[in-house]
């Protein structure tokens, strides 16, 4: 099932839900008594090359990217539609967003949504107990984290970050302000930017007619 599909379905059913709606189940997730128990992931990753092509979408922005729909459809739309970026996700970072998902809309479709993103993320593996963001963001090289966590993406927050990891937290709004392909990709790949390459709905090549789904 591709996004477009997700969306189709999510958008006729979970109507009426915010980012209040995703926040709330999120933290009832990490609240959990096992919320941080257990091994890690695997063996837990060595930290990647830091890229701002690399990026790390908190689970309460992935989620509210299908159930809410909106400014974070549209950011993650913008990393959607260029195959030259990477979204780079920890098992339980979707675990939490997966659980959210369920939680407030359908399990059935959080599982067919946890196979569309597992396709499209790469895959990293962190220590347990830590946050599933950060540690996904640390672990792979990501620069930029969105996230609708206030207590992440605050001005105090900001600037403690950042004098530990080389990373900038900002919610979905803002990421799409600032994120710009056009300056980024002859850093990240090189040459001259050819514009967007994927479908963000079907994560196919991109169409040569400029349609882009809504």
Same mark, same amino acid.
């Given at each position: 099932?591709?996004?477009?599909?997700?969306?189709?379905?999510?958008?006729?059913?979970?109507?009426?839900?915010?980012?209040?709606?995703?926040?709330?189940?999120?933290?009832?997730?990490?609240?959990?008594?096992?919320?941080?128990?257990?091994?890690?992931?695997?063996?837990?990753?060595?930290?990647?090359?830091?890229?701002?092509?690399?990026?790390?979408?908190?689970?309460?922005?992935?989620?509210?990217?299908?159930?809410?729909?909106?400014?974070?459809?549209?950011?993650?739309?913008?990393?959607?539609?260029?195959?030259?970026?990477?979204?780079?996700?920890?098992?339980?970072?979707?675990?939490?967003?997966?659980?959210?998902?369920?939680?407030?809309?359908?399990?059935?479709?959080? &599982?067919?949504?946890? #196979?569309?993103?597992?396709?499209?993320?790469?895959?990293?593996?962190?220590?347990?107990?830590?946050?599933?963001?950060?540690?996904?963001?640390?672990?792979?090289?990501?620069?930029?984290?969105?996230?609708?966590?206030?207590?992440? #993406?605050?001005?105090?927050?900001?600037?403690?970050?950042?004098?530990?990891?080389?990373?900038?937290?900002?919610?979905?709004?803002?990421?799409?302000?600032?994120?710009?392909?056009?300056?980024?990709?002859?850093? &990240?790949?090189?040459?001259?930017?050819?514009?967007?390459?994927?479908?963000?709905?079907?994560?196919?090549?991109?169409?040569?007619?400029?349609?882009?789904?809504?």
């Amino acid at each position: 099932m591709t996004f477009v599909d997700l969306f189709e379905r999510t958008d006729a059913v979970a109507g009426g839900l915010d980012e209040a709606d995703v926040r709330r189940a999120l933290d009832d997730v990490r609240s959990a008594p096992t919320a941080d128990d257990g091994p890690a992931d695997a063996a837990v990753s060595e930290p990647s090359e830091p890229s701002p092509a690399r990026v790390v979408v908190d689970a309460d922005a992935l989620a509210a990217d299908l159930l809410v729909g909106g400014a974070t459809r549209g950011a993650l739309d913008s990393l959607r539609s260029h195959a030259w970026t990477t979204l780079v996700a920890s098992d339980r970072l979707l675990d939490d967003a997966e659980a959210v998902i369920a939680s407030i809309s359908d399990p059935d479709v959080a &599982a067919e949504w946890r #196979t569309a993103v597992a396709a499209w993320r790469e895959p990293v593996a962190q220590p347990p107990g830590d946050h599933p963001a950060l540690a996904s963001a640390y672990r792979g090289g990501a620069m930029q984290v969105v996230s609708l966590d206030p207590s992440l #993406t605050g001005p105090g927050a900001a600037a403690g970050l950042r004098d530990r990891l080389p990373v900038s937290v900002r919610e979905p709004r803002a990421f799409a302000t600032v994120f710009d392909p056009a300056k980024l990709y002859p850093e &990240a790949v090189g040459g001259e930017y050819p514009g967007p390459d994927r479908d963000p709905r079907t994560m196919t090549a991109a169409r040569t007619d400029g349609d882009q789904h809504r």
